[in-house]
């Protein structure tokens, strides 16, 4: 058997990145899949141009290899649609067991030039959204009388950043709702823990070096200053810590901060 059969994980920001590969990951290990995405290009920040095409052939790689996944599509902010996804997460498959609160955005700009609905969209699609999505999956965890919840978080939900204050603010909300959560949930055996990647080498990061008109390596360089010899980490290493956060082999791992930083904190 693998470890996750019979188990159900909504992810948030499926279609690309961090996201694409814990759904692969988690269905070659036997879950359920319920893959979330707006899929739709963004106004803001202007490099996300994800499609419904991109979530097709999520599906179709998952199919490929016999496993099992459900697309669902919808705005993070909006909790109507929230709702419907969870909803139907249960429908399908009987359980939801993990969630993966991936989906999130990042974009340069200095705190005196930053327009309001900017800082706003930051913090509604990188915590609101985290939100909502634990508002409507918590009851059918709670009626199981277990769960793993997971936020992806940050380097930039423990430090400061410069031309990112809202983007920090953001991601250190995260570490809040974590630990309040789990807090409140460990009496229901659910954990809740957050999960703070250095820079990650996905499709946000070349979108960032496109608007700024650097190079992918720049960019990490840049924002990161890791202290092993490398620019950034990749999706398949979050993956991993994953895997391992959301099974019994961590039991007793709840309202914790799960750094993956390429050394980047001890400096």
Known sequence: MAQYDNKTIIITGAAKGQGRAAAIAFAK?????????LAQKLCYPAYNN?????????????????????????????????????????????SVDILFNNAGICAYGLVHELPEQEWDTMMDINCKGAFLFCKYAVPYMQRQ??????????????RGMNRLCHYAASKWAMVGLTKSLAIELAPHNIR???IHPTGVNTPMNDGLAAMEGATPQ?????????????PWIEAEDVVNAL???????????????????????TR
């Not at 099992?68 to 599509?73: C, Q, S």
């Not at 009388?145 to 423990?158: F, H, T």
């Not at 391992?244 to 390429?262: E, H, I, K």
């Open 29 to 37: 290990e036997g879950a359920n899949v319920v893959a979330f995405d």
């Open 192 to 194: 809740v823990l957050s």
């Open 243 to 265: 895997l391992y956060l959301c099974s019994d082999n961590a039991r007793y791992v709840t309202g914790s901060q799960f750094v993956l930083d390429a050394g980047l904190l």
């Open 145 to 158: 009388k277990k769960g793993v919840i997971i936020n992806n978080s940050s380097i930039a939900g423990l």
């Open 218 to 230: 720049e960019i990490a360089e840049r924002s990161a200053g890791n202290l092993l010899p490398v």
């Open 50 to 94: 994800t499609c419904k095409n991109d979530m097709e052939c999520l599906k179709a790689e998952i199919a490929a290899f016999g496993g099992k996944v459900l697309l669902t599509f919808g705005d993070v902010r909006k909790a109507d649609e929230v709702k419907v996804a969870v909803d139907a997460a249960y429908d399908t498959f009987g």
